[in-house]
């Protein structure tokens, strides 16, 4: 899976479930000091929210990610997201979350779980396997270089000649 695509996709499973939460505690309370629950809350999807930033700044890069760093910022954005989604769970009735976006926030971090788990599988694969030599240097071809091209002697050197190589 491509990076730049996991990213986005993270990015769009944090928002599309920690911004309808919010949106529906709010609801409730109105102009009053939100709950101890809520702050808490909030302050753990702000810590989820900043790790999904970082990998969407990392995917914007000019210089991709590797994927053991795309593992790692996965790793932390997981972590802070599990966090969030346990929370949620724990603390639904007291804090007044709806029982569907709880499940909504299981269900994005499972997809965040899976996204992690084919990241790091890959960079796994890549520690195990480095990149080996090419096909030239198996075979022991030259690189081309000034040296070894010759030039105006071939039989399709048209700059310089006939095209059948007769003069």
Same mark, same amino acid.
């Given at each position: 899976?491509?990076?730049? $695509? ?10 599309? +479930? ?16 939100p709950?101890? *629950? ?22 914007? $890069?000019?210089?991709?990610? +590797?994927a ?12 802070? /997201? /599990? ?6 769970? /724990?603390?639904? @009735? ?8 709880? !499940? ?7 997809? !965040? @779980? ?5 990241? *790091?599988n890959?960079?796994?694969?890549? $520690? ?5 030599? @090419? ?19 071939? !039989?399709?050197? +048209?700059? @310089? ?5 007769? $003069?």
């Amino acid at each position: 899976m491509n990076v730049r $695509r996991a990213v986005f996709i993270a990015a769009l499973g944090l928002a599309g +479930t920690a911004g309808p939460a919010w949106a529906q505690m709010q609801q409730g309370f109105g102009q009053q000091q939100p709950p101890p *629950c809520v702050q808490k809350f909030v302050a753990l999807r702000a810590s989820a929210e900043s790790k999904a930033k970082a990998i969407e700044a990392a995917g914007k $890069r000019k210089q991709k990610p +590797t994927a053991q760093e795309a593992c790692g910022l996965f790793n932390a954005f997981s972590a802070a /997201e /599990e966090k969030m989604v346990k929370y949620a769970a /724990e603390n639904a @009735t007291w804090c007044g979350i709806p029982p569907n976006v709880v !499940t909504q926030m299981k269900k994005a971090h499972e997809h !965040t @779980t899976a996204t992690r788990t084919r990241i *790091c599988n890959v960079a796994a694969e890549m $520690r195990a396997h480095p990149r080996g030599p @090419t096909l030239s240097d198996a075979l022991g071809a030259p690189v081309p270089d000034a040296d070894n091209i010759k030039t105006g002697r071939g !039989t399709f050197d +048209t700059l @310089t000649g006939s095209p059948l190589g007769t $003069r």
